[in-house]
């Protein structure tokens, strides 16, 4: 691949880097609002994203030769992971209680609602 879109092979390892975190990313939000969608709580999300930190460390493993195994780069994944999931899940779960209970709930942000008065 050298050659074809960079000179060298610093370009292609930091669009490769760019890539994985965001599909990393993007497969956190779309673990939270599929939970959400099945009416799982939030252990469910923390499991799931748990099992995607694991991915994503063999990805870093396999595509740059980081550390499979790191407790600390582990963690560090785990949290990122679980902000982008964590707000997936509270986004679709306010739809939900909005849209599907409409006479008890009104949304009182994108990620809370509240009782009607």
């Known amino acids: 691949m050298q050659g074809l879109f ?3 092979d610093t370009g292609v390892r930091y669009v490769l880097r760019f890539l ?3 599909i990393g990313f993007w497969t ?3 673990t ?3 939970v959400a969608e099945g009416w799982s709580g939030i252990p ?3 499991v799931y994203t748990l099992l995607l ?3 994503m460390r063999f990805l870093h493993y396999a595509l740059f030769q980081g550390p499979f195994i790191s407790g600390f780069y582990y963690v560090v994944d785990v949290v990122l992971l679980l ?3 964590i707000a997936g899940f509270r986004l679709r779960r306010t739809r939900q209680m909005v849209q599907n209970y409409y006479w008890l709930y009104e949304p009182t942000s994108a990620f809370s609602w509240k009782k009607k008065d």
Do not use: P, Q
Request: net charge neutral.
């Open 53 to 55: 930190g694991i991915v």
């Open 6 to 8: 960079f000179e060298d």
């Open 32 to 34: 939270g609002k599929a």
């Open 44 to 46: 469910t999300v923390v």
């Open 20 to 22: 994985v975190v965001l």
């Open 28 to 30: 956190a939000w779309r």
């Open 83 to 85: 902000i982008f999931s």
